[in-house]
């Protein structure tokens, strides 16, 4: 059974960052695209941020280019979202997400075919 649990989100400044990290359980993380996507009060799902499995090619989307860097490690079962510079437009609830055979940008557009999705953490910025 796949569980994915979310943390380090928080409040923060507009400016800040914070780092959000996700464990994964229940299956191999290595045979599966990773992925965090996030949801605003009022707001459809959107993917922030993929990876794929194997080479380990990322997409962003471009509302966070440049200011995120996603990572995995496949022998911790983790993956993780560095956001810098945030913006009080980043402030969502940021779900954690796993996909078995796709690659980082389908799986970030495509996010309602997803069926595996963590519970979430809520970030905050103010401004």
């Known amino acids: 059974q796949v569980q994915l649990v979310e943390s380090g989100g928080g409040l923060v400044q507009a400016g800040g960052s914070l780092r959000l990290s996700c464990a994964a359980s229940?299956?191999?993380?290595?045979?599966?695209?990773m992925g965090w996507f996030r949801q605003a009060p009022g707001k459809q799902r959107e993917g922030v941020s993929c990876i794929s499995k194997n080479d380990g090619s990322t997409y962003y989307s471009e509302s966070v280019e440049g200011r995120f860097t996603i990572s995995r490690d496949d022998a911790k079962n983790t993956v993780s979202l560095q956001m810098n510079n945030l913006k009080p437009e980043d402030a969502a609830v940021y779900y954690c997400a796993a996909s078995w055979g796709e690659t980082a940008q389908p799986m970030c557009v495509r996010w309602y075919a997803i069926r595996s999705w963590g519970r979430g953490a809520p970030v905050t910025v103010s401004s």
């Open positions: 229940g299956f191999t993380m290595g045979d599966y695209a």
